[in-house]
């Protein structure tokens, strides 16, 4: 019998997704990546149990989350011991998402950037979208 086509495929790793983070943030207009600053983003398989109850969502939920003050409340917050903005891109969640959807994994993590980074800038969904729309 034939080994299946799929038989020696893995899920794509942490370190794939972060790859997929990384080239979606690259392609972003120029602009807008400048005025994300340092904001760092991380992968992890699942939030925390402590962003779970604070979200009220299950670890399948949340694709990922934005924590941080955002540009636009930023001179309200003291910098003293304030921790750097940062992006969580779920891995185990945006799989499942993907699995269920006609979307590639790329754009389903691309999505995901766009939105988390448009909280940074309090932007609206139509803003978002209309970035996406200009991401190759």
Sequence with gaps: MAEHR???LSAPSISDIEDLAAAAF???PDGFRT???EVII???DFPTEE???DMDAGPFDLLGLFQGIGLAHD???P???RMPNMIFLYRRAMLDYWAEHEETLGAVVTHVLVHEIGHHFGLSDD???AIEDRTP
């Design 6 to 8: 799929l038989a020696g």
């Design 26 to 28: 690259s392609s972003l």
């Design 35 to 37: 005025l994300c600053g």
């Design 42 to 44: 991380t992968v992890t």
């Design 51 to 53: 962003v779970q109850h």
């Design 75 to 77: 001179g309200a917050v």
């Design 79 to 81: 910098e003293t011991g």
């Design 127 to 129: 803003d978002m979208y």
